[in-house]
């Protein structure tokens, strides 16, 4: 177990360093959306140094595939982790992969204003869903690695874990300005969310890792596409709308406001 944990304190570490990393974004105070929040002439650059990280984590996943030594780190770790007893399995995964994407809009809607309106930063996290989902499925056809339950092809990379992650990037983002701790809680989150991967034997250590490479990248993508779809695409119907997130009888919602 100490192995296990020393891994993830290497990953959250790799993570943190994110947070020494600024990216000039407009700071937006208002909900009301009248005012253009990406002027078409300003430049957001897509800097190669933003992708070091999660360019290292992908690669350390995809070098895993074929790597015996790699290998046998995941079945080392599978192993150390497989020693606690009991062992019961836990579904919180499936809900927490979403926490940290769902705290953005959250925090907005009560008050907390981050550094974009809630629309835009729907709009962004949107965005970076589909980013990921592509990337993510596109990588379980290809690469076709068995899960270590033995239930599937699809392993490669985690979804889960690029959804968690993907999250608590954007939510570093919004809120750095405001706290760091909110970032810190989206990445711990995040982390929870890849070592229950593990831990209910639906993932190896490399997929969780690269499955973080991937959500984070996608993030920092679609920051830096959303601005240029937005202005081509949905700068007039988007001026006038606002999306507010609810929560009723046990279910976020997200409230469509347009004044026509």
């Not at 992708?51 to 015996?68: E, L, M, Q, R, Y």
């Not at 996290?125 to 092809?153: E, F, W």
């Not at 982390?191 to 920092?220: E, P, Q």
């Amino acid at each position: 177990m100490k192995r296990v944990l020393l891994f993830f304190c290497i990953l959250l570490s790799g993570s943190a360093s994110l947070f020494s990393q600024t990216q000039p974004i407009p700071h937006i105070d208002s909900l009301s959306g009248t005012t253009n929040y990406y002027p078409s002439n300003e430049k957001h650059l897509l800097k190669w140094t933003a992708f070091i990280i999660p360019a290292a984590f992908i690669s350390f996943g995809v070098d895993a595939i074929k790597n015996h030594p790699l290998k046998g780190l995941n079945n080392e770790i599978r192993d150390e982790i497989y020693e606690e007893e009991p062992h019961h399995f836990f579904h919180l995964d499936n809900y927490l992969q979403y926490a940290p994407g769902a705290a953005v809009l959250a925090l907005n809607g009560l008050g907390v204003k981050g550094r974009h309106c809630v629309t835009d930063q729907a709009g962004t996290l949107l965005l970076s869903n589909i980013l990921l989902s592509v990337t993510v499925n596109s990588l379980k056809k290809t690469s076709h690695q068995m899960r270590p339950d033995g239930s599937a092809y699809s392993s490669f990379p985690s979804g889960h874990t690029a959804e968690a992650f993907a999250g608590a990037e954007l939510l570093r983002m919004e809120y750095k300005d405001v706290s760091p701790w909110y970032g810190i809680a989206g990445y711990a989150a995040a982390a929870a969310t890849g070592y229950l991967r593990m831990y209910n034997n639906r993932h190896w250590f490399s997929d969780v890792v690269a499955g973080a490479g991937v959500g984070i990248a996608s993030t920092k993508i679609a920051y830096w596409l959303y601005p240029t779809l937005k202005n081509v695409f949905f700068k007039s119907r988007l001026k006038h709308t606002v999306i507010i997130p609810s929560y009723q009888n046990g279910a976020v919602l997200l409230n469509l406001v347009r004044n026509f």
